[in-house]
């Protein structure tokens, strides 16, 4: 049996693994809806792109031989510089009999690199997004106003271009379940199916698809993204929401449509991705270490992440949080403690 992998750049098998390496992991990636990926043949180079237009108000009367009163129509541009964020793996010349094949062991390693490599794109996102100036201006959502705040919110990047979207964290959601007015709402569509709100929270960390559909069921928002906290909730800020205006998976699907699309309608953000081949994001190369015995797997990804009409997203931080206190009483014969769950 081969246990030693070969000295090749290996396209071939990140083609073969793609939906392995972009199946989300807990609640999935939705940093790309953020980023939509464009294939750019420049490591460094200018975008240009849509910008919102100012309306301006169109002459009541003229006379017959003045010109028209005329708005200019702009533009707008934005520098990129793709690097390089890598990441290697190994797996022992001795542990490649426990997956059956070399093969299959190229597979596992290659699809391991090239995922880090995808959540460094949505550490990233999130980075570039839960910005401390963002985050400082986002307007809290207080117990019994959350759906009226989101729509304020929605509201207000109406021009951009896209879907209105509300997404966040797995800790976002499960804290917004919990406000007043939005467990009302969940209350009186589900109170007879047998769904509690505790099975709503759960399906929320777990398995989010149903979730989903419940919440889009009464928000004013077209979608509902949950991402995961180890992204979308960091530290000092897991109270926050983002309320955006995206451009729909369908819109994205062609990284050649996508291109065309910036240039007409203002669109929030954009990847600048690298391709160093014709079909794949990723160069991923394999090589065995004979000094140590194991089986090198390398992946790498060019990009860089282009905000080009930053209004299309704002913040907001929910001022509604579930907390546990405990009480304890000591009497001479007993100790009694009692457990109070409470929103403030």
């Not at 729509?151 to 979207?165: K, L, N, P």
């Not at 079909?279 to 991923?284: G, M, P, Q, T, V």
């Not at 140590?292 to 990009?303: L, P």
Request: with cysteine; hydrophobic share 35%.
């Amino acid at each position: 049996m081969n246990t030693r992998t070969i000295t090749a750049d290996r396209p071939e098998v990140v083609i073969a693994c793609k939906d392995r390496i972009h199946a989300p992991i807990g609640t999935g990636y939705i940093g790309s809806r953020f980023f939509p990926a464009m294939r750019v043949r420049d490591t460094a180079n200018t975008l240009y792109h849509k910008t919102i237009d100012d309306d301006a108000a169109a002459q009541e009367a003229r006379v017959a031989t003045a010109s028209h009163e005329r708005a200019t129509i702009t533009n707008g541009s934005t520098a990129y510089t793709t690097t390089e964020k890598p990441k290697a793996y190994q797996i022992p010349e001795a542990d490649v009999k426990k997956y059956g094949s070399i093969e299959a062991t190229d597979r596992i390693g290659i699809t391991a690199a090239c995922r880090s490599v995808y959540r460094k794109h949505e550490t990233d996102a999130a980075t570039k997004i839960i910005t401390a100036g963002r985050y400082n201006a986002g307007a809290y959502l207080t117990d019994g106003q959350v759906l009226k705040g989101l729509q304020t919110q929605a509201i207000r990047i109406g021009r951009y271009y896209g879907r209105t979207v509300l997404a966040g964290s797995t800790t976002f959601f499960q804290n917004f379940v919990a406000a007043s007015d939005v467990s009302a709402k969940i209350t009186a569509m589900i109170g007879a199916g047998g769904i509690t709100l505790d099975n709503l929270k759960q399906s929320i960390a777990g398995d989010p698809g149903v979730a989903i559909q419940l919440l889009r069921a009464f928000l004013p928002f077209d979608e509902v993204l949950i991402g995961e906290d180890t992204f979308w909730a960091p530290s000092g800020k897991t109270d926050v929401g983002i309320v955006a205006r995206l451009p729909s998976i369908e819109d994205t699907k062609s990284v050649e449509d996508f291109d065309m699309l910036i240039r007409e309608v203002p669109v929030f953000g954009a990847t600048p991705w690298y391709y160093p081949d014709e079909d794949i994001e990723f160069s991923a190369r394999s090589f065995f270490d004979e000094d140590n015995d194991c089986n090198v797997y390398k992946a790498k990804g060019f990009y860089d992440l282009a905000e080009m009409n930053a209004g299309a997203v704002v913040l907001v931080k929910l001022n509604v949080f579930e907390t546990t206190t405990t009480s304890t009483t000591t009497t001479s014969t007993t100790t009694t403690s009692t457990t109070t769950t409470t929103q403030g």
